[in-house]
């Protein structure tokens, strides 16, 4: 509900909109038709996560999701709540200005992006110990769903800011078969920028 009203939702939990359910629904054929199969789906514990990973889960007729902390949106701090157009006023010049987004660096109380990496990594760790050759499907957000690109590919954070936009439903395949330039499967059309 935030993102269609500009809002910084960061951690707050808000329900998935009617908006977020179409876009799930979408992604969901899409899952579909390229037959991409998932052993098991972990999604972030945030509703509006949650909710995408379950509509997947049941379309497809896979287990339920797994609630899985470490995939929690980046804590915005300050700016949570605040919004999207007061990025400029009160991080400035700490900001990164992206074609769509302005990703705000470090305010008070917030994860920074060298933080977020590192949180992917020690998922990505635990991920692959745990799921040897298996498809995962992650249900997560847009800043951290990045970070965990960028620690998998071992790319700069500040270059994958500027490389593409991650959007609400989007899937990003991560694999070893496969470089970083291939990973983004398919869009579906945002509101929120």
């Given at each position: 509900m935030?993102?269609?009203?500009?809002?910084?939702?960061?951690?707050?939990?808000?329900?998935?909109?009617?908006?977020?359910?179409?876009?799930?629904?979408?992604?969901?054929?899409?899952?579909?038709e390229?037959?991409?199969?998932?052993?098991?789906?972990?999604?972030?514990?945030l509703?509006?996560?949650?909710?995408?990973?379950?509509?997947?889960?049941?379309?497809?007729?896979?287990?339920?999701?797994?609630?899985?902390?470490?995939?929690?949106?980046?804590?915005?701090?300050?700016?949570?709540?605040?919004p999207?157009s007061?990025?400029?006023?009160?991080?400035?010049?700490?900001?990164?200005?992206?074609?769509?987004?302005?990703?705000?660096?470090?305010p008070?109380?917030?994860?920074?992006?060298?933080?977020?990496?590192?949180?992917?990594?020690?998922?990505?760790?635990?991920?692959?110990?745990?799921h040897?050759d298996?498809?995962?499907?992650?249900?997560?957000?847009?800043?951290?769903?990045?970070?965990?690109?960028?620690?998998?590919?071992?790319?700069?954070w500040?270059?994958?800011?500027n490389?593409?936009?991650?959007?609400?439903?989007?899937?990003?395949?991560?694999?070893?078969?496969s470089?970083?330039?291939?990973?983004?499967?398919?869009?579906?059309?945002?509101?929120?920028?």
């Open positions: 935030d993102n269609a009203t500009g809002i910084l939702n960061g951690r707050r939990d808000e329900p998935l909109s009617e908006k977020g359910i179409e876009q799930a629904n979408e992604v969901v054929v899409k899952i579909k390229t037959g991409i199969y998932f052993d098991h789906v972990y999604s972030s514990p509703k509006r996560a949650y909710k995408t990973a379950e509509i997947i889960t049941d379309t497809l007729g896979i287990a339920k999701p797994e609630v899985l902390p470490n995939l929690i949106e980046r804590d915005f701090g300050i700016m949570t709540g605040q999207q007061k990025i400029k006023e009160i991080c400035s010049p700490d900001i990164i200005q992206s074609d769509t987004i302005t990703y705000f660096l470090s008070e109380g917030a994860e920074t992006f060298p933080q977020l990496v590192e949180r992917a990594k020690r998922l990505l760790d635990m991920l692959k110990a745990k040897k298996e498809n995962i499907l992650l249900v997560t957000h847009g800043d951290f769903g990045k970070m965990i690109y960028a620690a998998y590919y071992n790319l700069n500040k270059e994958i800011l490389m593409f936009h991650f959007g609400n439903s989007e899937l990003l395949e991560l694999s070893e078969e470089g970083p330039e291939e990973t983004h499967v398919f869009k579906i059309e945002q509101h929120n920028h």
